[in-house]
Each structure stands twice: as C-alpha cells, then as structure tokens.
C-alpha cells in the first residue's frame, strides 16, 4: 500500500512538471509552428507511455530521463534552438559564435533513446549478450538521429523560409553531422553511465511486477 502511494505521488510530481512546462511554453512562443514541432514529440511520448504504462511500467530511471528530455524540447519549442536566452549569455561568456542549446537537444536525442532501447531490449529479451545489445543500441539511436534530419530537411522543403526556426542550423555548414556526432556521443555517454543503476532497477523493477 504505502510503495503504490509512493508511486503514484511520484507520477502526479511527474505529469505536474510536464504539463507545467509545457502549458509555460505554449504562452506566447516565438514561433508556434515552431512549437508544435518541437513540443509534438513530448506529447506523443506522454500519450505512448499513458497507453503502456500498465502493461509496461518503465524504471524510475528512465522516467527521469524522458521527463529532462521532454523538458529540452519544450524549451527549445518556447524560444526556438538558435534562441534560449540562457545560452545566448553562455554563448558570450565564452565567445561562442552561434547559440548551441540545439547541440544539448541532440546529445540527448541519443542519450535518452538509448536507454529506452536498452530496458526495451532486456525486458524484452530480445537481445542476450551485451557486447551486442550495445552495439544494437548505438545504431538504433544513430539511425534515429540520422532519421530526424532527414525530417528536419523535408520540413525545410515543405515550410520553406519559416522552417528556419526548427532547423536551427544557425549557418553552421556542418549542422547536420555534428548533430548526429552528438547524438552518437549520448548514445555511447548514457551506457557508460548509467548501466550499472539501470540494472539495479530493472530487477526491482522485475521483482515488483512478478
């Protein structure tokens, strides 16, 4: 009784953050197509994970982590990625040339995907050895990154001048592979960190719905 009422202060916690940044987003965006670009994929997160969350509870972990990530989108759907005030400042505490907050959006475009790959295919069972269950983990989460550019160029041919906002290039030649450089980068960031405390949880976790 008292670990399912722990549970579920700790979702209402969860959907309050998330519908509380979203709703502060959503305020006078400086683009709202921009916005429903870049906040779309936290709402259909949220709705795939209502839909599965009996039938496949996630971890602790990596409800944490889908949350960050949602939260990284829906700031970038406020200002826009080339824009987020607080970067601006770092950008010139540091001489940067361009707003690099899209960078962040793209290390944890692999960071995260990465650990939903990896409870998925361990709870699944669908990979047993880890040397390659990783390396499956790295090229979905690459092939992902790879996938949303190409996303982010038909957007481009289809909206035009006003896609400029969601592409974020900023003018950087190479936008596109450092983006993907990065993705690669929290891809391979999140397995060295996090492992350990995932499989501790995978296996309350498995013990819990037993």
Sequence with gaps: MEQAKSMMKKTFLWLGIFFGVLFWSGIEPKD???????????????IVMGITR??????????FWILLHCIVLMVGGKYTYAE??????????????RNNYDKVGHFMQGFVPALIARE????KQVVTSRGWRNFLIVSVCLAFSAFYELIEWWA???????????????GYVW????????ALAGAIACLIAL??????QLAELNKSIS
Excluded: C, Y
């Design 32 to 46: 709202r197509l921009t916005w429903f670009m870049e906040a779309g994929p936290a709402i259909i997160g949220l």
């Design 54 to 63: 009996k039938s496949f509870p996630l971890t602790p972990l990596l409800s």
């Design 84 to 97: 987020v005030p607080l970067f601006d400042w770092i950008g010139e505490t540091f001489g940067w040339e």
């Design 120 to 123: 998925i295919l361990i709870r």
């Design 156 to 170: 481009a041919i289809m909206i035009g001048e006003a896609a400029d906002d969601f592409l974020g290039t900023q």
């Design 175 to 182: 936008d596109t592979q450092s983006d993907m450089a990065l």
């Design 195 to 200: 492992t350990n405390s995932h499989d501790k």
